[in-house]
């Protein structure tokens, strides 16, 4: 594509030198790169917010980062991180404009961390983007990166939903009130039925998978933790496929827009909750206080961590991600 | 039978918790599952969220209460059950609040046999072989080794209408049926009987078969 190459120009270059040239922490290299999905269910529950300060903080701790804008609808991931409205973006290469997701890649003021924005007409994207969406997971992980940091899209479709169960991690915000809360359960529900679907061993056990699935169901599942009951019974073998499944859905949750000290708490119970409704293991990785920083940055169009480095926020979006990296714990108060 | 639950799970809680742990899994459970909880909205209906809070206070009955927690753990094998194990961990717990003289709890905890048997190693021979429990198997032990009700049960830190009880194999109207197995154990310990928790197994089965269990579906 010409027109692309002549809008990249020089500073594509110099920002794979860069790029390359990051010395990064031995434990961390890999061969590939680690792609961590942010979801949450629901539309400005600080999606964006997380995976542009994550994706920040990777970056300037000396890691190769790509942050990719996937709400085709309502993207502006690129604004979080300051970066000017690009004229490119997935759209390009779902139409197959590009066939090098690398192309899209744009820098950032924060050397180590490019980012691709969203697409800017979503109207015939998000069809064909489900048909890209397998090309688009193995395009990802042949790019020169040490962390992707995917901003999914509000909303529990099949498609933000598969984004969220392929990747290595996922974070799922949410927001301590009624309407977040639901979002997310609806979020968590649709991921363990299609993690579930989508498992060929488990083909056979399709029509009981979704037969549980309706919460009016004859069954007797009353919760999806009972369906895990009823196939060991029809058949031990796929009972154990079942569990192994189930235990790769294991979200990080963050509590955000924190204001009390039980707003803290709820974290842990809705990860307690996950276990006894849906037996899956979520995690609680920590939480960030409602703070006027975060809109103050975003009118600067800079991430919190750039603008703020010694508030609050950025205290405990840090902490967030050495315990997201595993380097720390997830310490609250009790 | 049926698998008995984990009381643990219901407080979200592993068996390695201390007693304090427990105390804050209650209460956060209490919480998460009450009428307006955040946490659980949408998930649970007023009803479903009833019956969840019944099973956390029953859960806690147990665990909140550290000998009960150690019968049920005991009774669960989470812990290999020895009477002197439980002995030690009452001396230290003891120890942690009262600090009575140590020397002085471990004389009560001896307890020379009352009454004099001479020794009979036929019984003592039954005794080794024995295939199944009874009440009156026990009673006949017990007497045999020398001990009245009430040494029994102050060697296995248990209530003497407790020893009765299970004497007389008409237990459960004084204690919650989950420590059944954990006492039958303890008192096996106690008197020397071997194989304790394959024998404690025989016991519960025909109590059980004759329907004396009726309200411990559960075990
Ligand atoms: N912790 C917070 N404190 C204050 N405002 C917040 C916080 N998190 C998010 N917001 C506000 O909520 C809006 C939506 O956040 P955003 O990250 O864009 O959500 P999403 O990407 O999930 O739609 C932002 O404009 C921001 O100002
Ligand atoms: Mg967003």
Redesign the interface.
């Known amino acids: 594509m010409e027109g692309l190459d002549s809008i990249f120009s020089v500073s594509k270059e110099e920002t794979l030198q860069k790029v390359q040239q990051q010395p990064y922490a031995k434990k961390d290299l890999r061969n590939w790169p680690r792609i961590w999905a942010v979801g949450g269910g629901k539309g400005g529950v600080g999606k964006s917010l997380i995976s542009a300060n994550f994706s920040w903080l990777l970056a300037q701790e000396g890691k190769r980062v790509l942050a990719i804008d996937l709400d085709l609808g309502g993207s502006n991931l690129h604004t979080c991180l300051g970066v000017n409205p690009p004229r490119y973006g997935l759209g390009d290469w779902i139409h197959r404009r590009t066939d090098n997701l690398f192309d899209l890649a744009t820098p950032t003021a924060q050397p180590g961390l490019m980012m691709i924005s969203g697409s800017s007409d979503p109207l015939s994207v998000t069809s064909q983007m489900e048909e890209r969406k397998k090309d688009l997971f193995s395009e990802l992980t042949n790019l020169p990166f040490d962390e992707i940091v995917l901003d999914l899209g509000a909303g529990s479709t099949a498609l933000t939903i598969d984004f969220f169960n392929c990747a290595d991690e996922g974070i799922l915000s949410i927001l301590?009130?009624?309407t977040s809360?639901?979002n997310a359960?609806?979020f968590i529900r649709m991921a363990y039925y299609r993690k579930l679907l989508l498992c060929p061993e488990l083909k056979n056990f399709m029509p009981v998978i979704e037969e549980g699935a309706d919460t009016k169901n004859t069954l007797g599942v009353?919760?999806p933790s009972d369906l895990k009951e009823i196939i060991s019974r029809l058949d031990p073998v796929a009972g154990e496929v079942f569990e192994r499944e189930l235990a790769k859905i294991k979200p990080n949750i963050v509590v955000n827009q924190v204001r009390t000290s039980q707003d803290i708490?709820?974290g842990?119970?809705?990860?307690?909750?996950c276990?006894?409704?849906f037996g899956i293991n979520a995690r609680y990785a920590g939480y960030i206080d409602y703070e006027n920083s975060v809109w103050k940055a975003v009118r600067m169009k800079r991430p919190a961590v750039a603008e703020f480095p010694r508030s609050i926020l950025a205290a405990r979006i840090s902490r967030l991600t050495k315990a997201l990296l595993g380097e720390e714990s997830a310490i609250f108060p009790? | 039978m049926q698998k008995r639950k984990n009381l643990y799970?219901v407080l979200?809680l592993t068996q390695h918790c201390s007693q304090n742990d427990i105390l804050?899994a209650y209460n956060?459970?209490k919480?998460?599952y009450s009428r307006d909880?955040?946490?659980?909205?949408?998930?649970?209906d007023d009803n479903?969220k009833e019956g969840?809070l019944k099973e956390i206070e029953d859960a806690y009955f147990v665990l909140g209460d550290a000998r009960k927690r150690q019968a049920y753990d005991i009774a669960m094998g989470f812990v290999e059950g020895s009477s002197e194990q439980i002995q030690n961990n009452f001396a230290h717990d003891t120890h942690s609040f009262t600090k009575p003289e140590p020397k002085e709890y471990k004389k009560k905890l001896e307890i020379t046999p009352q009454i004099k048997v001479d020794k009979n190693p036929a019984f003592e021979e039954e005794i080794q072989n024995a295939k199944s429990l009874t009440g009156a198997f026990i009673r006949a032990i017990r007497i045999y080794r020398g001990y009245t009700e009430d040494q029994l049960a102050g060697l296995c830190q248990l209530k003497t209408d407790h020893i009765l009880a299970l004497e007389e194999e008409r237990p459960l109207n004084l204690h919650h049926p989950v420590y059944l197995r954990g006492h039958l154990i303890l008192i096996c310990e106690a008197l020397q009987i071997p194989r304790t928790a394959e024998l404690a197994k025989t016991y519960i089965v025909k109590l059980q078969q004759e329907d004396k269990l009726a309200r411990s579906k559960s075990l």
């Not at chain 1, 842990?268 to 909750?273: A, H, R």
């Not at chain 2, 909880?37 to 649970?44: G, M, T």
């Open positions: 301590p009130e009624p809360v639901e359960y609806r009353r919760s708490e709820i842990k119970s809705i990860c307690g909750v276990r006894r409704y009790r | 799970l979200d804050h956060r459970a919480t998460t909880s955040l946490a659980s909205y949408s998930l649970y479903a969840i």
